[in-house]
């Protein structure tokens, strides 16, 4: 592993099915983030984690619930999915959330469709 | 609210120069990114900004005006492989990057 893996790569999903995205990072960083991208919008933020044993919430976090239970990893949980939560979700991570200047590192990110 | 414009589409010729800009409106202000994202991959670091001025990596060159909310992303001698989407960010008083839709690059021969 170097970087950031997320798995799965893409997955359909039967609206009201649970579904976990998972993320493990192997760069020893502090901080982590889970965002939704969809067409004609920017990156958004649905919950980070500044450091292991704790998260926030971000922009959307409604629906979804994380968890960071070490440095490493970073698991997106989806309850019970609906289909306005088809989107792509990236995982990302820093070394900071204060420093900037090397920027976030992201996975290839999970292309979700909710029918 | 919290504000980042970019245009969304832009097309330039193999071999010009295009500057993308970036006008932001946030509570407080750490910095600044440029994000390359070609179609279908994640976003890759570009540059950041945190002081007024030019910041230049090669062919790849970022400007700030704090006091105008303003960057721009200015590429040189373009390339066919340029052809991405850029994605500006500012990090705010929370240090939380805010995120514009990004600008949609379409390099022609």
């Known amino acids: 592993i170097a970087g950031i893996t997320q798995a799965p790569t893409s997955q359909i999903l039967a609206a009201g099915r649970r579904m976990t995205l998972r993320c493990t990072q192997d760069m020893r960083h502090n901080a982590m983030y889970w965002y939704r991208q969809d067409l004609g919008l920017g990156l958004r933020l649905i919950h980070y984690s500044n450091t292991a044993g704790t998260t926030g919430k971000g922009e959307v976090p409604d629906g979804y619930s994380v968890s960071r239970a070490n440095t490493d990893d970073f698991p997106l949980t989806l309850a019970s999915a609906v289909p306005s939560q088809t989107s792509v979700y990236f995982c990302?991570?820093?070394?900071?959330?204060?420093?900037?200047?090397?920027?976030?590192?992201f996975g290839s990110g999970t292309r979700l469709t909710v029918v | 609210g919290q504000n980042i414009d970019q245009p969304t589409e832009m097309t330039a010729t193999e071999g010009a120069i295009v500057q993308i800009n970036c006008t932001y409106q946030t509570s407080g202000f750490n910095g600044l990114f440029w994000y390359q994202q070609h179609a279908g991959e994640a976003p890759t670091f570009l540059s950041y900004n945190v002081l007024d001025g030019l910041e230049e990596k090669g062919r790849f060159s970022s400007f700030l005006s704090r006091s105008k909310g303003y960057s721009y992303l200015l590429l040189k001698e373009l390339q066919m492989k340029d052809s991405a989407s850029y994605l500006c960010a500012v990090t705010d008083s929370n240090y939380q990057l805010i995120w514009g839709a990004g600008t949609k690059l379409i390099i022609k021969p």
């Open positions: 990302a991570s820093s070394d900071d959330p204060g420093q900037g200047y090397y920027g976030y590192t």
